[in-house]
T-cell receptor
Framework: AQKVTQAQTEISVVEKEDVTLDCVYE???????LFWYKQPPSGELVFLIRRNSFDEQNEISGRYSWNFQKSTSSFNFTITASQVVDSAVYFC????????????FGSGTKLNVKP | KAGVTQTPRYLIKTRGQQVTLSCSPI?????VSWYQQTPGQGLQFLFE???????NKGNFPGRFSGRQFSNSRSEMNVSTLELGDSALYLC?????????????FGEGSRLTVL
């Protein structure tokens, strides 16, 4: 069965702190894709990153970095030097080859960055 | 480049009524998928359309239906509304609709059922 778990419901940090959002997934497929999306108060989900199951290289994009570990079925997201504009709900998602945009989303982590 | 447009943004209905939501994808995108977001169940996949054909469907009752037109615009319909149908309905478009594709989401249609 496919499942994405984001155990952290809500996290509060002070600006400039580093924060890591956890994501654990379950799938039986060998070919799958992992995503992170950001949902600001306006509602739309904004794409942040995609990773396929064969690429375990960590990625860094500015203040954002992602750690993909197949051995622990985790795809964690770190924001370095957080800013107030990072406040949002962050979703981790899983899709499987041939499943036509049927994404399995985690329950989301609400990040509050205080000035 | 215009993003995904959903209409209406907000609507209020009463139990037993039906509702139709519209989604205009990004120009050139042929795949449209729909998701329901509620505080209790989170984001759940409803269905996906590509070139007017439904290719995938989530675990929702038959009261939830959709269609896609030749210009890739999509509509979803919910009949015999129930209180539990109150949710944010998100539409997403992508180029091919494969599992690896990035989804571009609209701002959603927030439905309240009284």
């Amino acid at each position: 069965a496919q499942k994405v778990t984001q155990a952290q419901t809500e996290i509060s940090v002070v600006e400039k702190e580093d924060v890591t959002l956890d994501c654990v997934y379950e799938t039986r497929d060998t070919t799958y894709y992992l995503f992170w999306y950001k949902q600001p108060p306006s509602g739309e989900l904004v794409f942040l990153i995609r990773r396929n199951s064969f690429d375990e290289q960590n990625e860094i994009s500015g203040r954002y970095s992602w750690n993909f570990q197949k051995s622990t079925s985790s795809f964690n997201f770190t924001i370095t030097a957080s800013q107030v504009v990072d406040s949002a709900v962050y979703f981790c998602a899983l899709s499987e080859e041939g499943n036509f945009n049927k994404f399995y989303f985690g329950s989301g982590t609400k990040l509050n960055v205080k000035p | 480049k215009a993003g995904v447009t959903q209409t209406p943004r907000y609507l209020i209905k009463t139990r037993g009524q039906q509702v139709t939501l519209s989604c205009s994808p990004i120009s050139g995108h042929r795949s449209v998928s729909w998701y329901q977001q509620t505080p209790g169940q989170g984001l759940q996949f409803l269905f996906e359309y590509f070139s007017e054909t439904q290719r995938n469907k989530g675990n929702f009752p038959g009261r939830f239906s959709g269609r896609q037109f030749s210009n890739s615009r999509s509509e979803m319909n919910v009949s015999t509304l129930e209180l539990g149908d109150s949710a944010l309905y998100l539409c997403a478009s992508s180029t091919s609709g494969g599992a690896s594709g990035e989804l571009f989401f609209g701002e959603g249609s927030r439905l309240t059922v009284l």
